[in-house]
């Protein structure tokens, strides 16, 4: 585990009546890229805002570089932001944009010079250093932006969107040009972003944020793959998700059957939820099937055919195919591998999982 850069202990931020976050611990080490993930109104940006110093929390304690930095303001904390609309100024070029922060602090003229450059270098615009902002592109805006940012030697880089307001391929172009450009500058990033396969596609580890709270923790697999509570399984990404009944441990019961499973340490009878991913079902003959289901539709996605079918309890089951699916009202059959399939318990928190997993590993 690397060095600290950034704590965040029992925070809360109320506004009023309403609480916005809810007792947030969060680590950041150093070197990094951190994915804040959840839908809008979840508290992400507001946790960036609190690191920032542009708000005051209501309880609770933030950590720089090992320093309390509650009572500290925003321009003295060791963190600079890359906001949404980037904020640039339209009077004037490139190179007076990223060392206006620079100047500000008095730095000299000639180590002004040096570190532009440098910035500009790094973020491949120093051939545009005379260019005016409305001259460029919404992806050498955002460099600009970025180049302003790290030209201050950060601790932290807090990215709040900044991918948003451009089209798609031009999108996945930055996220390749974030990733390398954090890994290249070897500081702390943490990005703010509604979009689940951003996060997937750029982060070290993701926080799943939901009304104020952090859902789950975890590395873009973990998350993926071992979601925590409905919410994470329905928001990242797509899932199927049945309800039904542990019988023991690595045995669930759903669809009047039971199947072998991977996960344990649940009460016999524990009415719990079952996550299938589309991409691990298989179409195959009734003899082979765990369930079996007649198909609906089907629609092309270019990679995959996506297949909507229904069991006899009419349950929806939605099943990504490398092949097309038999014709329409066509029975078939589904199968999984036992380490595809997770349980999750109702409602379970990251908290209530780590002490699940803690007391049943130590039995």
């Not at 976050?21 to 890229?33: P, Q, S």
């Not at 990223?98 to 100047?103: E, S």
């Not at 997937?200 to 709270?213: C, H, P, Q, W, Y």
Request: glycine share 6%.
């Amino acid at each position: 585990m690397g060095a600290a850069i950034v704590e965040l202990k029992h925070v809360d931020k109320n506004y009023g009546d309403t609480t916005v976050l809810r007792d947030i611990n969060i680590t950041l080490e150093e070197g990094k890229f951190y994915t804040l993930l959840g839908p809008s109104g979840s508290g992400k940006t507001t946790i960036l805002r609190a690191i920032a110093g542009f708000l005051n929390v209501t309880a609770g304690d933030i950590y720089i570089a090992g320093k309390r930095v509650n009572d500290i303001p925003a321009n003295l904390r060791q963190v600079n932001t890359v906001f949404q609309d980037y904020a640039l100024f339209p009077h004037m070029d490139v190179f007076e944009n990223v060392a206006y922060g620079l100047r500000i602090r008095k730095v000299d003229k000639a180590s002004v010079e040096k570190r532009v450059l440098d910035a500009l270098k790094m973020v491949r615009l120093d051939n545009l250093i005379d260019r005016q902002i409305s001259e460029l592109s919404g992806g050498q805006q955002q460099r600009v932006a970025i180049a302003r940012a790290i030209v201050l030697e950060p601790k932290v880089l807090l990215l709040d969107e900044p991918l948003s307001a451009l089209d798609a391929k031009l999108r996945k172009d930055m996220q390749y040009e974030l990733r390398e450009l954090q890994q290249r500058l070897g500081i702390t990033f943490l990005f703010v972003t509604h979009d689940q396969e951003e996060a997937l596609a750029l982060s070290d580890e993701i926080f799943v944020m939901n009304d104020g709270k952090v859902q789950q923790s975890g590395t873009p697999v973990d998350i993926y793959d071992e979601p925590i509570n409905h919410f994470v399984a329905d928001f990242i990404g797509e899932s199927n998700i049945v309800s039904g009944r542990m019988v023991a441990d690595y045995k669930v019961k759903f669809n009047g059957k039971v199947f072998d499973c991977a996960d344990a340490g649940m009460r016999p009878n524990e009415p719990v939820e079952v996550v299938l991913r589309p991409e691990d079902l298989d179409i195959t003959s009734a003899e082979k099937a765990k369930v079996t289901v007649s198909i609906d539709t089907q629609l092309f996605r270019g990679d995959f055919y996506e297949i909507v079918a229904y069991d006899d309890g009419h349950n929806e089951w939605l099943i990504h195919s490398t092949n097309p699916a038999p014709a329409d009202g066509s029975l078939v059959g589904l199968y999984w591998d036992t380490e595809d399939m997770h349980v999750m318990r109702f409602g379970e928190s990251e908290e209530d999982f780590d002490a699940r997993l803690d007391s049943y590993e130590g039995e």
